[in-house]
T-cell receptor
Framework: KAGVTQTPRYLIKTRGQQVTLSCSPI?????VSWYQQTPGQGLQFLFE???????NKGNFPGRFSGRQFSNSRSEMNVSTLELGDSALYLC???????????????FGNGTRLTVT | QKEVEQDPGPLSVPEGAIVSLNCTYS??????FMWYRQYSRKGPELLMY????GNKEDGRFTAQVDKSSKYISLFIRDSQPSDSATYLC??????????FGAGTRLAVHP
């Protein structure tokens, strides 16, 4: 079974631009979450989508947004990029089991975003 | 105070040693506990997934959860150089929102 796939692997953008990152979850996984990883703050939760609906959101400004498509694939967008947005952006997927039982999150290898 | 505290290390051990990694947390509502391993330039890889208190073993890895002390541990037996990585503890808070520790860098030298 293929793992979580994130594209592109690397991105270089300049301040003020916007960027879109893509994530394909593991087949059969319907929940997709996004995380930001930086040396200073570690791994921080951005948001989670299930059935094309955002179910949970972290403490990030509105410049960070996302969406999920009917095939469970997800994109996140960052507008008006700032230098501090330079980070590794990680996508994770999980199954949603019957009865609401939780299953673990499986991560992709991330998109390394550099803002200059 | 952070919700999850984890010593960032680095931790350096000889090959074959038993490694003990630990996290403490403050939110007694956490029920699902995970350990991830992250190699350089890779995403976190799930090692252990446990629910509530107790022990769980998988090969050379043992995860322990003590909810009364708000303390979780990961033990690695017969450590190998290939175990050199950053180990992250994580706890589930709401819909697939994980709260991560800072990560402990482990180096296993031959």
């Amino acid at each position: 079974k293929a793992g979580v796939t994130q594209t592109p692997r690397y991105l270089i953008k300049t301040r003020g631009q916007q960027v879109t990152l893509s994530c394909s979850p593991i087949s059969g996984h319907r929940s997709v979450s996004w995380y930001q990883q930086t040396p200073g703050q570690g791994l921080q939760f951005l948001f989670e989508y299930f059935s094309e609906t955002q179910r949970n959101k972290g403490n990030f400004p509105g410049r960070f947004s996302g969406r999920q498509f009917s095939n469970s694939r997800s994109e996140m967008n960052v507008s008006t990029l700032e230098l501090g947005d330079s980070a590794l952006y990680l996508c994770a997927s999980s199954q949603i089991k019957t009865g609401g039982q939780n299953s673990p999150l499986h991560f992709g290898n991330g998109t390394r975003l550099t803002v200059t | 105070q952070k919700e999850v505290e984890q010593d960032p290390g680095p931790l350096s051990v000889p090959e074959g040693a038993i490694v003990s990694l630990n996290c403490t947390y403050s939110n007694s509502a956490f029920q699902y506990f995970m350990w991830y391993r992250q190699y350089s330039r890779k995403g976190p890889e799930l090692l252990m997934y446990t629910y509530s208190s107790g022990n769980k073993e998988d090969g050379r890895f043992t995860a322990q959860v003590d909810k009364s002390s708000k303390y979780i541990s990961l033990f690695i037996r017969d450590s190998q150089p290939s175990d050199s990585a950053t180990y992250l503890c994580a706890m589930r808070s709401g819909y697939n929102k994980l709260i991560f520790g800072a990560g402990t860098r482990l180096a296993v030298h031959p």
